[in-house]
């Protein structure tokens, strides 16, 4: 019987009812309903509002403020051109550098001075052998430097000086392999862009050997292209004639001039002239003229000549230049300024050593202890005991009291005797380890002279043994790195004392100032050197145009005291730069070195090398490790050919940027340039760490347990390594958790099955520091090396 009428139940939609929405009609907001909400207020564009956050203006805006800029650098280049090279401003310094054999660069010199026919154009020779030509029609003023190619430090002195670098080249010829040499050390050290400089063909004898122009034309597109992957933008400017040399003239005097930021925060200067005031004596003050370049000198800082060293001011003597009546141009001192002994830089470069708060640990005995220690009677001791051991040896008044305590005395100094020959053991280890280690820095300085009469004796076979050896040990490291030999018969706990575990490379903490050692209360340390630098910078503009500082651009006369008088070579330039404040002290230094392409040479860490950092040049033997993020860096025994590391080593401070060059000099007195970069930092807190590798062998496995042997020899040594983490070869982890017997097997438990043919390793660290080895390299070094060698000879 169905449903009656009176049922009230109704059929209800479920939860999976498609519901549709409802068409919204006249639901809408009209204008009329919208203005009477909004009572007239305009809402902002969002477009707008996004755009005023970004400070973007509009087109015409962005052009005004293009052109504004455009003459600001055209009003500072003008400026700079009507002091630099002017007639009547400071002289452009032009370098000129021969990159062929058959260039004869005072012919070139001859042609550029001689291109203009002008009768108030004159050329003048400085003491150095600078020619200074002024050339009226061009309203300029050039200082052209001919350094001797074969002396290279003075080429780098004067490239990096330079204001513009010109190489000379022969078209027949093209580029020798010292031009090209030289040429590539100008590029990386010198001026990374910040010097313009321009390539010429010198075409007076060599072109008549071209006998077509074709020739002529496509030696001169082989010469391009293969500087034009060197360099970009290279053109060869033709140098055969005086319209050529009246071309170039022009282009240097047009040309926008760029300053070199290794040099702009300095002040320095070119001596156009200079002699000892006393030349008989060992020091005598030197006096220096020339144009003041970079900035303001003030007489109170400290001034760095290459090959010579770091000085004090005696005072500076700013010129000025008048015309008499017979219109010669004379030099008339304007000001003199004097240093303030209160304010003059000190030459201390060493910090004074405080053994009472060195490390804040170790203490001084006083002169009441050093008496009581003499006076101490003498005792009856073993053979070989040191004074301390003997302190602790009772004495035969003392030993005479009880039976009883001399046999206890036995005993403990039995046990004592015990621990003290360990101790030895350690200790001649210790001592074996730095004498290898200072053998391996030492080089034989023989020269090596080939004589094919007596090929055999003077070949120095020993200098072959090192080179084999160091050859081998590299190619042993680069097959198993850090790995080393657990000795049998010393405890490994006493080999390996100074290492220590780390649980996590990159996280676990080392504190930068722990056993430090005692070369490094000799040093200075900033607390913070990016701050330092900018403390400096704003100093700088402060005291620019100040009444008691030298002003830059002007011709000055420098009076340099206690200098060591030294004979120089026919046509040295001599160079000054103005040193910044604690440029004089020693730090630690880390460069990053990049391993030049040409060079094969594999250089062991602390080995010797030569160092160009900017404008100064020193050498030392450095220690490696890797560049990397974090706060410690691994430690790399040998610097392999094609590779980057970090050099650390103790040398003067130096403020970034600073190209670095190094050289490692042969027992001939040869160098090589073996590297390239730049100074990373001055910081003695980076942290190197030496790594080394206990290998073990697992003897049996069962699951993820294994039974290891070889690592260690006795249980005391498994006992004493027990907390530091295991590693395999084919990345699994473990820890040891037992002895098993006398041999030094070891229970070792892991996070997975190990494989038969793995092998079990355990990272060991300790922290190394650079040794003090800094040596300046100065004129006189150098003459006694050449004495020697010909005295050798």
Known sequence: MGPTSDNNDVHRPGALKQQNKRFKSGRHRSQHEIKRSTKGRVAEKKHARSLKRLNVTNKQDRLNTAIQIRKQKLQANREIRQTIGAIDGVPQIITVIPLSSDVNIYSIIELLTNSIDDKKSFDEATQCGARIYTCSKLRSKFCFLTPTVTNLENVLDAAKMSDTIIYVLS???????????????????????????????????????????????????????????????????????P????????????????????????????????????????????????????????????????????????????????????????????????????????????????????????????????????????????????????????????????????????????????????????????????????????????ELVMNPNNYDEKTDLEEDKQTLKKLKEAKLDEQFPDEVDTPMDVPARVRFQKYRGLKSFRTTKWDPKENLPSDYGRIYQFPNFRAMIKQIQSEQEHNQHKQDHAQVHSYVTLYVKDVPVSRFEPGHHLFVTGLLPYEQCLSVLNIVLNRTNDSEIILKSKERLIFHVGFRRFASSPIYSQHSNGVKHKFE??????????????????????????????????????????????????????????????????????????MFFNPDDVNWFKPIELRTRWGRRGHIKESLGTHGHMKCQFDGILKSQDTVFMNLYKRIYPKWTYEPLSIQQQQQQENNEENMQ
């Not at 010292?178 to 004898?205: A, P, Q, R, T």
Request: hydrophobic share 30%; charged share 30%; aromatic share 8%.
């Open 637 to 710: 025994r040998f610097f392999r050919p094609r590779q980057t590391l970090v050099a650390t080593c103790f040398g003067p401070i130096t403020y970034p940027p600073a190209s670095v060059l190094a050289f490692k000099q042969f027992p001939d007195g040869r160098q090589e340039l073996v590297a390239t970069g730049s100074l990373l930092s001055v910081n003695p807190d980076r942290i190197i760490l030496k790594r080394i590798v206990l290998s073990g062998h697992p003897l049996k496995i069962h699951k993820r347990s294994a039974v290891v042997r070889y």
């Open 171 to 241: 078209s027949s010829n093209g580029i020798s392999i010292e031009g090209d040499y030289l040429l590539d050390l100008i590029n990386v050290h010198c001026l990374s862009g910040n010097v313009i400089y321009s390539i010429i063909e010198s075409n007076d004898d060599s072109m008549s050997t071209i006998s077509s122009s074709t020739s002529r034309n496509s030696s001169l597109k082989n010469l391009e292209k293969y500087l034009e992957k060197k360099f970009s933008n290279v053109k060869l400017i033709p140098l055969n004639n």
């Open 243 to 446: 319209q050529d040399g009246q071309r170039l003239l022009s282009k240097l005097t047009q040309q926008k001039l760029i300053k070199i930021t290794k040099t702009f925060s300095r002040p320095y200067l070119f001596a156009q002239t200079f002699s000892y005031l006393n030349p008989k004596s060992s020091k005598s003050t030197l006096k220096l003229s020339g144009y003041l370049r970079g900035i303001d000198l003030s007489p109170n800082d400290l001034v760095y000549i290459p090959n010579l060293g770091t000085f004090q001011l005696e005072k500076i003597e700013q010129h000025q230049f008048q015309r008499d009546s017979d219109g010669i141009i004379k030099t008339i001192v304007d000001k003199t300024f004097i240093p303030d002994p209160k304010l003059q830089r000190s030459l201390v470069f060493e910090a004074e050593q405080d053994p009472m708060n060195f490390d804040q640990e170790q203490t001084w005995p006083t002169k009441e202890d050093i008496q009581q220690s003499e006076r101490q009677l003498k005792k009856r001791v073993p053979k070989g005991t040191s004074q301390y051991q003997a302190a602790w040896i009772l004495s035969d008044d003392e030993d005479n009291d009880s039976l009883n305590q001399q046999n206890d005395f036995d005993e403990d100094h039995q046990e004592m005797m015990t621990d003290y020959a360990d101790d030895l053991q350690s200790i001649k280890l210790d001592k074996e380890e730095d004498e290898e280690e200072e053998e391996e820095e030492e080089e034989e300085m023989d």
